[in-house]
């Protein structure tokens, strides 16, 4: 029985010949194997052929595994210096010992580790359970979120720095959270950690969205295993759930499972609020075609093209299940203009009470685009104007 940890490591990690091997001094590895298990003594295999991803040491003591994954020596872009980290997580969950640790170790670095992007990634790994075994002198603690609406709210802040359509989102619908991340780039890190983050510390369903931009691009198979790991989280295919959508024509739970337009509408209008009343309860919103996936799917259009418009955040709206219902069943009517108009048919006392839950009776025109026009004007060609009136008349 071996009484002294073993440590090892691949001497070239990350493409770098000799990289480790420099990096990883004997005050070094005994700092790291002693913060990890409490022994100073310890023996090294060092390993050099097969390629080491995740940045990883590990030690074996005690019929535990510790997979130690080290800090980049180098904080460059926000994104290069947190891609090692999900190699680590993979690695650590495809092993199915049950006694491991998975933990984190800064080694010397230069650079700024602690940008509100970076805090937020080492609280999501804090809170999917990794250990930090030191901390930059700079940082006095890591704290892993408690709640949904935490990671939300962080994931809101640090999301303005980086708006551009490779984000990843995270928001919730019914009693389930739902993540939509690209399966490119920096979004397919940030998701899987937000998956697995939100798989911890809720017991409800995580609803977790590959946004393919083509059918053929998939999250890498070591991280579907990781996510399929966690019993509570299920993974969608966003581009083949639009598929049978389109062929099954049900527009009312079409927000649920097609993911690539509700990610679509995240990146065109942010965070989930009802443009007819602003309520921002996430839970009660939904994405509103605005062109009709039924009327969409009637048409003589062939696959590709249905699949845009449908999939299309210009032709989308956020809306709560009651503006939702209301606008489905027209009996709310959105000009081009934005202004909202009311069925006449609609008797005295209902109408009171549309006006009442409408607090916004004429929308925000920073979403009306010329191609949000012409999917209103798509809608509409199937009304008359003359069954309607203002809703603020
Ligand atoms: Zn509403």
Not at 82 to 89: F, R, Y
Not at 148 to 166: F, H, L, P, V, Y
Not at 356 to 373: A, M, Q, Y
């Amino acid at each position: 029985m071996k009484t002294k940890p073993l440590v090892r490591y691949n001497i070239n990690a990350q493409k770098r010949s000799g990289y480790f091997a420099q990096i990883l001094t004997s005050d070094v590895l005994e700092d790291i194997c002693f913060k990890a298990t409490g022994c100073r003594e310890f023996e090294v295999v060092t390993e050099s052929e097969s390629y080491n991803k995740g940045r990883l040491v590990t030690i074996e003591y005690n019929n535990v595994l510790y997979y130690v994954t080290l800090s980049e020596d180098k904080v460059d872009g926000r994104n290069s210096s947190v891609q090692s980290v999900p190699s680590a997580l993979n690695l650590f969950y495809a092993d199915d010992r049950t006694k491991k640790k998975l933990c984190y170790y800064f080694i010397q670095y230069t650079g700024n580790y602690f940008t509100e992007y970076h805090k937020f990634i080492f609280r999501l790994l804090k809170t999917v359970g990794v250990q930090f075994l030191n901390l930059p002198s700079n940082c006095s603690a890591i704290y892993p979120y408690s709640n949904i609406n935490e990671i939300m709210s962080a994931r809101r802040e640090t999301q303005g720095q980086n708006k551009s359509n490779n984000s990843s989102y995270i928001t919730k619908f019914n009693n389930r959270i739902q993540i939509f991340g690209k399966t490119f780039g920096a979004s397919k890190y940030e998701s899987t950690l937000m998956a697995l983050a939100a798989a911890k510390i809720t017991k409800g369903k995580v609803d977790f969205f590959n946004v393919a931009e083509n059918g053929l691009v998939e999250l890498p198979k070591s991280s579907q295993i990781t996510l399929s790991k966690f019993a509570n989280i299920e993974q969608h295919s966003a581009t083949q759930t639009l598929d049978k959508k389109i062929s099954e024509s049900l527009p009312e739970t079409a927000s649920l499972r097609n993911g690539s337009y509700l990610y679509n509408l995240l990146s065109k209008l942010g965070e989930k609020k009802c443009c007819m009343c602003q309520c921002g309860i996430p839970e009660i919103i939904q994405g509103a075609h605005i062109w009709e996936v039924s009327a969409i799917s009637k048409t003589s259009m062939d696959f590709k093209e249905k699949f845009q418009h449908v999939n299309n955040s210009d032709n989308g709206l956020w809306l709560c299940q009651n503006h939702h219902k209301l606008f489905d069943s027209n009996i709310i009517m959105l000009l081009k203009n934005g202004q909202l108009c009311v069925r006449l048919d609609v008797n005295h006392y209902d109408e009171e009470y549309i006006k009442s839950i409408t607090s916004c009776k004429r929308l925000d025109v920073s979403f009306l685009t010329e191609r949000t026009k012409d999917y209103i004007s798509k809608r509409n060609s199937s009304l008359c104007k003359e069954d309607y009136h203002r809703i603020d008349d």
